[in-house]
């Protein structure tokens, strides 16, 4: 992949100005060789994409299958990008009640904390229930960087993959997890009993994301149970 620097970002900044600024018409300066821009090519390691292919995918509003289109996810800007009916590739719109199914995931929009803040994000659910420990597919663009001397290699810039877990309990934004045996039993402290037992029974590692899901869907299993009495 390749992007061309400064000259795109001018762009972006110039117009930018001008709408704020009201400026309609040219202010002198029109060519990039006035404005001292030059305009370098360089090859982007990675993608913004999870996969760049468009692959069949279905959309589900307020729980009802509404259409299937060719989509993809863009993880570096979190948005769906589905081919719409004229062939134009477009943003779905990120809310809570639209779903996408999407190469045997589900992209679903859920609040999350991210340094203090919260925010609406796509997540892939990895199981159902009060508890649920969810995926963020997520990338950052890192920018090249140039050797200070000869004895370093210069690093292209990248779209570097950062996707992480997180864990949302009932109606609570979703918190980034590392997980461990220690993270995750401060989340099911209501039957902590119960899931040392089922630790040590099952002899789980909770660093293994399966381990991790199967205790925590035995603990919605109980916490269900006992909410029904």
């Keep these: 992949m390749r992007a061309i620097f400064f000259g795109i970002y001018f762009l972006s900044i110039s ?17 990039d060789s006035q404005l001292g821009v030059s305009y370098n090519e360089v090859e982007i390691q990675g993608s913004p994409y999870m996969d760049e292919l468009y692959k069949k995918g279905v959309t589900i509003v307020y729980g009802k299958k509404a259409r299937e289109a060719l989509m993809r996810y863009d993880a570096y800007n979190d948005v769906i990008e589905i081919i719409d009916e004229n062939g134009q590739a477009r ?7 639209i779903v996408a199914e999407l190469d045997g995931k589900s992209y679903v929009v859920m609040e999350y904390m991210d340094e203090g803040k919260t925010k609406l994000g796509y997540f892939n659910p990895l199981n159902n229930g009060e508890i649920q420990l969810l995926w963020k597919p997520k990338k950052m663009f890192v920018q090249a960087e140039n050797p200070d001397h000869g004895y370093d290699t210069y690093s292209p810039p990248t779209y570097k993959d950062i996707s992480s877990h997180f864990i949302k309990n009932g109606n609570e934004p979703a918190e980034p997890i590392n997980l461990s045996k220690r993270n995750l039993l401060k989340y099911l402290e209501r039957d902590l009993k119960s899931m040392k037992e089922y630790i040590k029974k099952n002899n789980l590692n909770l660093r293994n994301e399966s381990d991790a899901i199967s205790l925590i869907n035995f603990y919605n299993s109980r916490t269900k149970s006992e909410d029904n009495l």
């Design 91 to 97: 943003s779905m719109l990120r809310q809570r009640n």
């Design 15 to 31: 117009g930018a100005l001008a709408q704020v600024a009201g400026f309609g018409k040219s202010t002198g300066v029109t060519t």
